[in-house]
């Protein structure tokens, strides 16, 4: 078993430079499969989310070149199957972008249940809702979904929730269905302005993505030879910006679009925090304690779920008692038990979780629940008195590209061992 053992405290100085987002990269893969020919990706994150759905792809047919760590030339041109590898698909929660893709493509399709991280129940209700207003039927089997559509109709869908997920989804059904579909309410996260920008590169014809209503213009068919660069991780951005100043450090963050990343300068300025914006960059340091906060997670442009985890751990140790309200997930809260493991005090009920400042943290064996609980785990572990071992890396490795070697460059002491 692999595990992070970091010694602390560091504060963590100097220059990261940030990957290209895993949640906009995740669906402009099975975007792919809407394409007649050939394109390139690049700043795509070298994950081992992107590295299944690959392997996804090329067990339907497509052939992936990676012409370096972070760029792949993709022919979907061949693919000669409308089943998504089951067990493959069951272990990550994108894999429900297959299904609005190959509704386009082909009409058909059956993939595993989607996975993902355990963050509470994950319905897909309005995904449905949406193929069948399209008019496609879909059937949820055990284990299994299956989509079928002998011809996609463009309609207006009234999403209910504000869902990433069905939002991109539904676009991907929409690009080659017959006439236009209007989404409205929809979700306005940058990674659905960069799938929307991809489709459109590649010939789709899809308007108001980053509003709330995305007008989609379907078309006969997406042409290839193009090149397309994912947009910066705007969460991967605000986990090193909150481990600047959890840390009591200074840190210049690098390749990112600082505007997606408002709602988390706000909050850092908020508690005392310091930061400059230069537009593709950012710089955030410590100068005091941090002060208490109230913080609500909303969809985009509010504060991202994404990183509330760590975001908690700032709180854990400023001036005062802070509340999150999670409003998102039912279940995103278990990463708090871990940080009391390391001298925080917090208390977590249902979606709320109240944190009483402590002095400092100090280091223990900590488990990551899911992703975001993994990142907020390591960054807790360089503001830590002692040594904070980290353990369940596979949900971290699943987003963050080479997490250890960026936190050792910015000067945390940080080894990945295997037990
Ligand atoms: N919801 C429904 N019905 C649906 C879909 C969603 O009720 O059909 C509810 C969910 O239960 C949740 C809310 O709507 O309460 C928002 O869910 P959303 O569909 O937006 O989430 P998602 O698409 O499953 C994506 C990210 C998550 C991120 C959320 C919210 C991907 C692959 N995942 O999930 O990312 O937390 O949006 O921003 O894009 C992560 O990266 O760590 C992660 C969990």
């Known amino acids: 078993m692999e595990k992070l053992v970091i010694t602390g405290p560091t504060p963590l100085k100097g220059e990261v430079e940030i990957n290209g987002a895993k949640n906009a990269a995740v669906a402009i893969l099975p975007a792919t ?14 994950i081992s989310d992107v590295q299944i759905l690959c392997k996804i792809l090329e067990e339907m047919g497509a052939k992936i070149v990676w012409n370096t760590s972070n760029e792949i030339t993709i022919d979907t041109r061949n693919i000669n199957t409308n089943q998504a590898p089951l067990d493959l698909t069951s272990k990550f929660r994108a894999s429900y972008y297959l299904i609005g893709a190959m509704l386009g493509r082909t009409g058909e399709i059956e993939v595993g249940m989607p996975g993902g991280c355990k963050l509470g129940a994950r319905p897909i209700d309005q995904h449905i809702k949406g193929f069948e207003l399209l008019g496609a039927t879909v059937e949820v089997g055990k284990g299994t979904i299956s989509a ?16 990433v997920g069905a939002t991109i989804n539904v676009m991907l059904a929409a690009v080659l269905a017959k006439g236009t579909t209007i989404i409205d309410n929809a979700a306005k996260e940058p990674h659905i302005v960069d799938v929307a920008n991809f489709l459109n590169t590649m010939g789709a014809d899809i308007r108001g993505a980053g509003t709330d209503v995305i007008k ?29 100043i959890a840390s009591k450090g200074d840190l210049l963050i690098k390749n990112c679009i600082t505007k997606h990343l ?11 925090g310091n930061v400059e ?15 208490k906060a109230i913080i609500k997670t909303l969809p985009y442009p509010g504060f991202p779920t994404d990183l509330q985890p760590q975001m908690g751990v700032v709180l854990a140790t400023a001036n005062g008692t802070s509340i999150i309200n999670e409003s998102i ?3 995103r ?14 208390t977590a009920q249902g979606k709320t979780a109240i944190f009483e400042g402590v002095e400092s943290l100090s280091g223990a064996p900590v488990y990551s629940s899911d992703l975001r609980a993994g990142a907020a785990l390591i960054v807790a572990g360089t503001a830590a008195n002692g040594v904070t071992e980290v353990y369940n890396l596979e949900h971290i490795d699943r987003g963050y590209e080479n997490i250890e070697e960026k936190f050792r460059q910015i000067g945390a002491n940080i080894e990945r061992v295997n037990e």
């Open 216 to 244: 989609i213009n379907g078309v006969e068919k997406l042409h290839g030879d193009c090149t397309y660069s994912v947009v910066p991780d705007q969460i991967e951005a605000g986990t090193f910006m909150l481990a600047a």
């Open 333 to 346: 809260f278990q990463y708090t038990e871990e940080l009391n493991k390391m001298g925080a005090k917090i």
């Open 33 to 46: 499969l809407l394409i007649d020919g050939v394109c390139t990706i690049n700043n795509l994150p070298n």
């Open 262 to 272: 408002e709602c988390i300068t706000a909050k850092i300025l908020e508690i005392g």
């Open 148 to 163: 079928k559509a002998k011809c996609l109709t463009g309609n207006s869908i009234y999403m209910d929730v504000v869902s």
């Open 277 to 291: 914006d230069y537009g593709d960059s950012i710089r955030v340091w410590y100068s005091k304690r941090p002060n």
């Open 329 to 331: 997930w039912e279940s």
